[in-house]
């Protein structure tokens, strides 16, 4: 796991090491420093006595002294998993449709940022020109084009959540199917909407640009569904359009840190991901 941890080199040499007893979650800041002492072993009168701290000291240099903090950090650590879920649930918006993005973790106490890498490559977060940001929530009160890319919850130590792929066309139809890995053995519902009423209408639904079946209501049950599954899925609304094609991933194992590909944002950037699959309008 990682934790973010500060170090405050002291002004001599000399001095104790504090860091916390307990583990310390990724995402929050926690500090390590070294505590100046007197000739006499006793702290600096500037510093208060802190409850639950360890200080161990002895004769090792300033260099091995903070690669011991490191190693005892690390297995102090916890780590958090966080998840970013969307509101509409699906990878595909209309334009100028309100979207909301929200980074949820376990305790509820961890500070995330929401990210996005758009489809030119530019990489800003929530607040930054596009959204709201408040009490881990990302508010899009008007999708545009533009908005199109991988997002993703970043935190202070460097943890992250999957990544989601938005598309926002300006078509008529849209095609609502799951955001995240499915397992296999799952069963998996795809719809056809379109943005003028009615919005379920007879549907033509494609895997790969080969016709897989036509629905009268608009949806579509895979049964059970396994990796041969996978792919880009599209639909048709006779006399209305197409939507754009969406990946649909199947997975043998809960996923909520995916392994890297090529189309994942850049490592120093972004967390790694197996949900980033081309897409089109």
Not at 37 to 60: F, L, T, V, Y
Not at 87 to 115: G, H, I, M, Y
Request: aromatic share 6%; glycine share 8%; charged share 20%.
């Amino acid at each position: 796991c990682a934790c973010a941890c500060v170090w405050l080199k002291p002004r001599e040499a000399s001095g104790l090491v504090v860091f916390p007893v307990y583990p310390c979650h990724t995402g929050r800041l926690n500090t390590m420093r070294l505590r100046d002492h007197r000739a006499d072993g006793a702290p600096s009168e500037e510093e208060e006595e802190e409850p639950d701290q360890i200080r161990p000291s002895g004769g090792m240099e300033e260099t091995s002294l903070l690669s011991l903090i490191y190693l005892s950090a690390l297995l102090f650590c916890s780590s958090t998993q966080v998840h970013l879920t969307v509101n509409p649930r699906r990878s595909q918006l209309f334009e100028e449709e309100r979207v909301s993005l929200t980074c949820e973790d376990e305790d509820k106490s961890a500070r995330w940022t929401l990210r996005r890498r758009t489809t030119t490559g530019h990489v800003s977060q929530c607040g930054d020109g596009w959204g709201r940001w408040k009490d881990s929530v990302c508010v899009n009160s008007m999708a545009l084009k533009r908005d199109s890319g991988v997002y993703w919850c970043e935190g202070v130590g460097g943890a992250s959540s999957s990544s989601i792929n938005l598309t926002v066309t300006g078509g008529p139809v849209v095609l609502q199917s799951p955001v995240l890995p499915v397992m296999e053995g799952h069963d998996v519902t795809l719809s056809c909407q379109s943005k003028t009423p009615p919005s379920s209408l007879t549907a033509d639904f494609y895997r790969d640009d080969v016709i897989i079946g036509s629905q009268p209501t608009g949806h579509m049950t895979l049964q059970r569904v396994s990796r041969s599954d996978e792919g880009l899925y599209r639909c048709e609304i006779r006399g209305r359009g197409g939507s754009p094609s969406s990946w649909l991933s199947v997975t043998g194992h809960p996923t909520t840190e995916a392994p890297p590909t090529s189309k994942a944002p850049p490592t120093s950037e972004a967390p790694p991901t197996s949900e980033a699959p081309p897409t089109s309008e």
